[in-house]
């Protein structure tokens, strides 16, 4: 089996992350990912692994949510970041996330899991390292996705229309220092994990997020569109 990663791309975010990426790094990276789905399992399943770059193209992101790796469990990630499959119970990580929403923005906790009502509307919901071995989390980690996702950064670092990058946890918010266009803002806040009780309630990132689009002329996002 071998795995294309540039040619699973789809071609919108091809052209934008090219520039940012070494060609020979990327093919190694697409060894190693093959070489894991054919020892299996891995999450998410191969047709969800570029799920976020689908549903949210380049020119139409105004917002980037940053996770650190998938669900490593049976039937959770779908290639979007804190999101699960409908009819999957809600995480942990994503209940607090629907917490603070309610606090921020007085939007009800949604019994859904499933993000994808956000992508849509220009919310890159993007994990630092894009797949994950059943049960072993963080094992796909320092393989070379981090450059992959470093490289989608910079592109939207180059743009000219604002993005909001949402960046939750120690992880993520390392990935600050990519981010040098003051067209930008950066909201950074402690990972919504209950692991980490404090540092992201509190913080309402989301009606932040909407008043920086806001203040560049962009329309905000519906938080409770899921």
């Given at each position: 089996m071998t795995l294309d990663?540039?040619?699973?791309?789809?071609?919108?975010?091809?052209?934008?992350?090219?520039?940012?990426?070494d060609?020979?790094?990327?093919?190694?990276?697409?060894?190693f990912v093959a070489a894991e789905y054919q020892a299996g399992p891995v999450f998410p399943p191969l047709d969800d692994l570029f799920s976020a770059y689908r549903l949210c193209a380049p020119d139409a992101c105004r917002v980037l949510i940053l996770g650190q790796d998938p669900?490593?469990?049976?039937g959770q990630a779908h290639g979007l970041s804190f999101s699960v499959r409908p009819g999957v119970s809600v995480p942990p990580s994503l209940r607090n996330v629907y917490k603070e929403l309610a606090a921020d923005l007085d939007v009800p906790p949604s019994r859904s899991g499933d993000l994808t009502?956000?992508?849509?509307?220009?919310?890159?919901?993007?994990?630092?390292v894009l797949t994950v071995r059943e049960g072993k989390p963080?094992?796909?980690?320092?393989?070379?996705?981090?450059?992959?996702?470093d490289a989608t950064i910079r592109a939207l670092n180059a743009r000219?229309?604002?993005?909001?990058?949402?960046?939750?946890g120690g992880y993520a918010r390392k990935k600050a220092e990519l981010v040098t266009n003051?067209?930008?803002?950066?909201?950074?806040?402690?990972?919504p994990s209950p692991m980490n009780p404090r540092g992201f309630l509190g913080t309402r990132p989301f009606s932040a997020t909407n008043k920086a689009l806001a203040d560049a002329g962009l329309d905000p996002i519906d938080w409770s569109r899921l």
């Open positions: 990663l540039m040619a699973q791309l789809p071609s919108s975010w091809r052209a934008v992350v090219s520039p940012h990426l060609e020979a790094r990327v093919v190694e990276l697409g060894a669900y490593h469990k049976a009502g956000w992508a849509a509307q220009g919310v890159l919901l993007l994990n630092a963080g094992s796909h980690a320092n393989r070379g996705w981090e450059d992959f996702t000219e229309e604002r993005v909001v990058f949402l960046l939750w003051p067209t930008h803002v950066v909201l950074e806040a402690g990972h």
